[in-house]
């Protein structure tokens, strides 16, 4: 069947980079899936002939199974200065990293796939199972040329253990630019076009684990320089009436109730209200635009102190009608307010003042901020802080009833993340680590962020994944905008999607077996896993879930 022009093919498991440059390892961790579940492997082709060929690519598998290609996406700075021995590859360069759909194929149900002479390249197949029953199925890759000739096969088996995967309860949130989406697609703000393409990119976080998702009250006062400006996106209507002897606001929501009923249609379970204050300290107002007597004003903003009187009358004017709406909606009890993005000490007393005037005003809301200060917890400035992953120590030791964690591009050391230079063992180690800690909530920045550092232009993530050199690439996003208002995912939001999807076979068990036995489970087979000590390896991980898939199948099978 093969022939001397036939390439190097291996195996590969979901956790490995193809670079076109390194020898992959083959994967020898037996490859198992629940019912409600997904697993992924990839397929690592070296074409050894002197010229590039096209390869149809087909699926011959008994279970739903699926095929992208692996594409290379270039990065100026990959990693930061700070590293740790567990990165990859640090050096400018491209890195196997957005998943693309194959174009269609000269032959029947053929996808077309470019094979280069003397590289590796990777076809990732995703195997997602509903109620299909137990057992073992192979999934049969084949690549012909256009003449139906056979370049190469593979072959994989895959074990679904007839158990269905419950729904997460972790809270997963990946801040979703919507303003972002409409400055790529050149679409006005809101309108129709924009909605169709928000429902698509909504649609995937929702696929892949997002529970939660951010809402534009007003323009994100974040990452954004002093005095400069985002697009304007505003999901709630304003209207003063500047004659009167006090402003006086009338609020329309509109175009809420349109985001409520698309998130909620597409299984978005929490939201996040967008920022009451600037980020790092909460010194400004939000920009937010108002008909002030028929002419549209920015009525607050960097010209706006965050503590002013004037400020503070609007929000006693807005926050209690929001809350009224929220509570018509049905999400007040799913929602969650944020004051300021990531204020650090010198900005205490400025964070502790405004968040004490919208607890006044927003009676039984959860305010949740990135805050990795310990002191906003222990002088009651924060209720609920969310530190970043490589300072969860202290709050830990305080033990912060219902914590959760973050991390951008400051945690480069030691802890896990997902920039492109970092294998992807360190994204998926997360979702263990969430588990062994009881961390009720993840935060990242990133979903979809298609501006420069501080939002000075607009980006092509295809062309700049660094945010201008601002950040690691991989810090900035998780999808690609891809044709047609559609997103490209990327191996990251994958290996993401399996971590949480660790945390609930990891839950399963726990409550079939107790969680001690889980815990043990765990150490034994990750070396005491903590925040900074983990394996960097992908073989010890997937053998942990492939013992916790056999363990839930074996006490199910006892029933």
Not at 482 to 498: F, N
């Amino acid at each position: 069947m093969n022939s001397p022009a036939n390439p190097d093919i291996i195996i590969a498991s979901s956790l490995q980079k193809i670079f076109p440059d390194w020898q992959p390892v083959e994967n020898k961790v037996p490859l198992t899936v629940l019912q409600n579940d997904l697993i992924s492997f990839q397929v690592a082709a070296r074409w050894k002939g002197d010229k590039w060929v096209w390869a149809n690519i087909r699926l011959e598998s008994e279970i739903p199974a699926a095929v992208r290609a692996v594409k290379l996406s270039p990065s100026a700075y990959p990693a930061p200065v700070v590293t740790d021995p567990g990165y990859e590859r640090i050096q400018p360069g491209l890195f196997p990293d957005r998943l693309a759909a194959l174009p269609e194929g000269r032959l029947p149900q053929g996808r077309r796939f470019k094979l280069i002479p003397g590289q590796f390249r990777a076809l990732w197949i995703d195997v997602e199972t509903n109620e299909e029953a137990g057992g073992v199925y192979p999934v049969r890759i084949i690549a012909e040329d256009d003449a139906g000739q056979n370049l190469f096969s593979a072959e994989a088996r895959v074990e679904i253990i007839p158990v269905k995967l419950p729904e997460g309860k972790v809270f997963h949130t990946e801040w979703f630019h919507a303003d972002c989406l409409a400055d790529y697609y050149r679409v006005p703000v809101f309108s129709d076009e924009h909605f169709a393409i928000l429902e698509n990119f909504i649609s995937a976080a929702v696929r892949r684990g997002i529970n939660t998702l951010l809402m534009p009250l007003f323009t994100y006062p974040l990452d954004t320089g002093e005095g400069g400006a985002r697009t304007t996106i505003q999901l709630v209507g304003v209207r003063r009436n500047k004659s009167s002897q006090a402003p006086d606001y009338a609020f329309d929501f509109t175009l809420l109730d349109r985001w409520v009923r698309m998130c909620e249609r597409l299984g978005v379970r929490y939201f996040e209200l967008s920022h009451l204050f600037s980020q790092w300290g909460a010194k400004y107002a939000p920009k937010i635009f108002a008909d002030v007597d028929g002419v549209t004003e920015a009525i607050f903003g960097w010209h706006t102190p965050g503590n002013g009187a004037e400020y503070k009358l609007f929000l006693s004017a807005f926050l209690p009608e929001l809350d009224q709406h929220l509570r018509a909606l049905g999400i007040a009890e799913r929602c969650f307010v944020h004051v300021s993005d990531e204020p650090d000490n010198l900005s205490l007393d400025a964070y502790r003042e405004a968040r004490q005037t919208v607890a006044s005003l927003l009676k039984g809301y959860t305010i949740i901020d990135a805050i990795s200060d310990i002191e906003f917890y222990q002088s009651g400035a924060a209720a609920h802080p969310i530190p970043a992953i490589n300072k969860i120590e202290p709050f830990l030791d305080a033990k912060v009833p219902e914590l959760w964690t973050y991390y951008c591009v400051s945690q480069s050391k030691d802890v896990s993340n997902r920039f492109f230079s970092m294998p992807l063992s360190r994204a998926r180690i997360l979702g263990v680590q969430l588990y062994k800690y009881r961390i009720e909530g993840f935060l990242h920045w990133g979903f979809n962020f298609y501006n420069s550092q501080l939002s000075l232009r607009h980006i092509d993530p295809y062309a700049v994944t660094d945010a201008d050199e601002g950040f690691p690439s991989g810090d900035p996003f998780v999808v690609y905008p891809g044709p047609d208002g559609m997103p490209e995912e990327s191996v990251r939001l994958m290996a993401m999607d399996a971590a949480f999807r660790d945390i609930r076979a990891l839950t399963l068990l726990e409550n079939l077996a107790g969680r001690q036995q889980v815990i043990e489970m765990i150490d034994r087979l990750l070396d005491n896993p903590t925040f900074t000590s983990y394996p960097y390896s992908d073989e010890p991980l997937l053998l942990l879930r492939r013992n916790v898939n056999m363990m839930i199948g074996d006490v199910y099978g006892k029933k």
